[in-house]
């Protein structure tokens, strides 16, 4: 994923105060995408719907975000488990 590239559904996403100001004051999570809406927004940001994680893995709310692009980070495969 690229800083204009959106993450595809099924990607795993670090969700920090780097994606966007409304999670400054919340811990970071781990975000797997369901959709990416194709709808144009400002360029770099992207409306995305999926579940937020807790450090198993396990959806524990469905939500729509609104971030920017370069600053969410790809969760990598080898650490989808190791969430903290």
């Known amino acids: ?3 204009h590239q959106p ?9 920090t105060r780097n ?7 919340q811990s970071s999570f781990v975000f797997r ?5 194709p709808q144009p927004t400002y360029p770099g940001w ?5 579940y937020q994680l807790d450090g198993q893995g396990q959806a524990v709310a469905r939500r729509e975000i609104y971030v920017r ?3 969410l980070r790809r969760v990598p495969r080898s ?3 190791l969430r903290s």
């Not at 993450?7 to 969700?15: K, L, M, T």
């Not at 992207?46 to 999926?50: A, D, I, Q, R, S």
């Open 1 to 3: 994923m690229t800083h």
């Open 7 to 15: 993450p595809a559904p099924g990607h795993e996403v670090w969700i």
């Open 79 to 81: 650490d989808a488990r």
């Open 33 to 37: 995408v369901i959709s990416v809406c």
């Open 46 to 50: 992207v409306w995305l719907t999926g």
């Open 69 to 71: 692009l370069a600053g």
């Open 19 to 25: 994606a966007s100001v409304q999670f400054a004051r």
